[in-house]
């Protein structure tokens, strides 16, 4: 292996422990910063999630308020629990996980958020200000990219940045964030006509796709920075990225690995994006 590991893990402790500061100084203004996270319904994978966000915000000091609704609730009920979270002013941040319930519109339940209290950053004005180069909340996961670029000192100024994955809530605003920062970007999705020769261009790959392994280290540059965004669960109960780790890590410069990678990362974004929407409920 040549590849060095960008440690997700280590940096989101470290961005953790920055939180848990500013933390400390908003309570001695006399605001907590609160998240609520909502929950529909018994999705296995989602419960682990919102536990984690708890977990993650009590540890760092932060208030959190975790709402379980049954999985056959009606819509217009969420609804009424998102606008009394947007009334309530201990509640800086809310969250409704997904995937929501089939028989629910979740587009319109992210419109319902307050936009100033959508720590996820998917609400349709967040999406538009990061588009237009004013971010109010950056979405975690392309964000916590961002901040591993940042802290390897990697430079995006003129790099060629290929995206591979076009969802709203990771490809695109992935590729804005890195647009605005200076790099050339291609936005790759299934219908791409030759995947290979996109990704071999790349001096920061980012996979977002869902689909395990399927970028392999013949598709990289070497010395590219490589960054697996992918969690998927293989039969056997391990957790594997969308990038082929054996055969990648020897021909990228820099990659992350699943687990450990940008998972962690997203998380402490959310931290952050929850402290903040508390700070400038202050200023
Ligand atoms: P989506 O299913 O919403 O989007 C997948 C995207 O990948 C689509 O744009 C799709 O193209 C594209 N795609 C699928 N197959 C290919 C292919 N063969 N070649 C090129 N593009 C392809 O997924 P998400 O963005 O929600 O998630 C992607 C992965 O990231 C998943 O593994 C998910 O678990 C993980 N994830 C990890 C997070 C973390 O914290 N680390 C957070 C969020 C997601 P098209 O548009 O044409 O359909």
Not at 175 to 195: E, F, I, Q
Not at 205 to 234: E, F, Q, S
Not at 256 to 262: L, M, Q
Request: charged letters at 20%.
């Amino acid at each position: 292996m040549s590849a060095s590991i960008i440690d997700g893990k280590a940096l989101s402790d470290t961005v953790k422990a920055d939180v848990a500061t500013r933390v400390l100084a908003l309570k001695e203004r006399g605001v907590t910063p609160g998240l609520a996270v909502v929950l529909v319904g018994e999705d296995p994978a989602s419960q682990v999630y919102v536990r984690n966000k708890a977990a993650a915000c009590e540890k760092a000091g932060l208030h959190s308020r975790v709402i379980r609704l049954a999985g056959d609730i009606t819509e217009a009920s969420l609804l009424e629990t998102v606008r009394e979270l947007n009334a309530d002013n201990a509640i800086h941040g809310i969250l409704v996980q997904l995937p929501l319930p089939r028989h629910m519109n979740a587009a319109r339940v992210i419109e319902t958020i307050a936009a100033n209290k959508d720590v996820d950053g998917f609400h349709i004005s967040n999406a538009g200000l990061l588009m237009t180069g004013q971010p109010l909340f950056r979405p975690c996961t392309p964000y916590g990219v961002m901040k591993m670029l940042e802290s390897e000192q990697v430079s995006l100024w003129g790099a060629e940045a290929v995206v591979v994955g076009a969802s709203n809530i990771v490809g695109k605003p992935m590729a804005m964030l890195m647009l605005a920062a200076g790099a050339t970007v291609t936005l790759c999705n299934s219908k791409t006509r030759d995947l290979a020769a996109q990704t071999r261009r790349a001096d920061v790959l980012v996979v977002a796709t869902g689909k395990p392994g399927m970028v392999t280290g013949d598709m990289i540059k070497p010395g590219a920075t490589v960054i697996d965004v992918g969690i998927n669960r293989t039969e056997q109960g391990k957790l594997v990225g969308d990038v082929d780790f054996e055969s990648a890590s020897k021909i990228a410069g820099r990659i992350t690995p699943v687990p450990g990678g940008v998972g962690p990362m997203t998380i402490a974004m959310l931290l952050v994006n929850t402290l903040e929407a508390a700070e400038r409920s202050v200023n």
